[in-house]
């Protein structure tokens, strides 16, 4: 019986220390000294980074006008809880302003804090994992121009097991993919910039898809709309299926104008960000919607037997 016990307790310590180290954070870059991030970065560069990637809808402090403040502390209603969303100014203390370019790249290409904890994917690094070295140095470049702002956000409120950061680690191993975007030579410029501007900056499939019971987009649903985080709305389908009968130049103009083909003007989160694509340049916007308009067409979940 003791003999039994013991190599139960040592097949849990096995088991444990194996847990341990399949869930551990892999930052993309596990050494600091990575020359291509220590390149001086190009804030203007970066300024259309920050509006490609949407970043001031989640991290502009709440109430105040000003989308440069990014004080963080909006709440995200989830299924699994409420995710608070961090200060990322270049204050010191209570924002990003002692973080190395390298510390940025790692949160956004693979989802590891500077701490070597994990992010939970309600920030989007399983798209911004496909973003280019050169985009994440102009980002910083551009993030250190703005006003430092004070103030942390409060504790995400997630109950047990989700509590614990290292279960993220089990999530990555089946949904975070870091494959590079690859230019498509079966297709033109304007499509494979749309490619990567939708895909990976844009992070469009994040909210217009539905996701399974773990959270993860679900593939069949891509871009087919879904409910938004907070399951008190709905997020359009953008695949031919719904908005097949926009031209590209139609969905071009809407992320300027934010006005639809059908003259809806354009509410909620999408509100935000037209804020952000209307500032991007013309070329952007046509190849956002060269891209959109090349999408395969699928049902809205809910319709034609499709579920979530």
Not at 59 to 69: C, F, L, M, T, Y
Not at 267 to 287: F, K
Request: contains cysteine; charged residues 20%.
């Amino acid at each position: 019986m003791i003999r039994r016990l013991a190599l139960s307790a040592l097949l849990l310590g096995v088991a444990a220390m194996a847990a341990w180290l399949v869930s551990a954070p892999r930052p993309a870059f596990p050494n600091p000294e990575v020359p291509a991030l220590e390149v001086p970065g190009d804030p203007a560069r970066g300024r259309q980074v920050f509006e490609a990637a949407d970043c001031a809808s989640c991290h502009a402090s709440p109430g105040q006008e000003d989308w440069r403040h990014l004080g963080g502390g909006l709440a995200l209603p989830t299924p699994f809880g409420v995710f608070h969303v961090p200060n990322i100014s270049p204050d010191p203390e209570d924002g990003i302003g002692r973080w190395r370019t390298v510390d940025l790249a790692n949160a956004l290409l693979s989802g590891v804090s500077p701490a070597r904890t994990h992010y939970y994917p309600a920030f989007p690094y399983t798209a911004f994992a496909h973003m280019r070295v050169e985009d994440v140095r102009d980002l910083m470049a551009y993030l250190r121009t703005l006003p430092p702002v004070r103030g942390r956000a409060p504790p995400h409120e997630l109950t047990f097991p989700l509590s614990i950061r290292r279960t993220v680690g089990f999530w990555k191993l089946l949904y975070l993919d870091r494959t590079p975007i690859a230019a498509d030579p079966t297709r033109d410029d304007a499509w494979n910039r749309g490619h990567y501007l939708v895909e990976a900056l844009g992070h469009c499939a994040e909210c217009h898809s539905t996701r399974n019971a773990l959270g993860a987009v679900k593939s069949r649903t891509r871009f087919a709309g879904g409910p938004d985080a907070g399951n008190v709305g709905f997020v359009p389908n953008i695949t031919p299926a719904r908005i097949g009968g926009w031209s590209a130049q139609d969905i071009a103009d809407m992320l300027r104008t934010g006005v639809t083909p059908q003259l809806r003007v354009v509410g909620s989160s999408m509100a935000d960000v037209v804020r952000n694509t209307a500032a991007l340049p013309p070329q952007d916007r046509e190849a956002i919607a060269a891209y959109i308009k090349a999408l395969p067409a699928r049902p809205t979940p809910g319709e034609s037997g499709e579920r979530d």
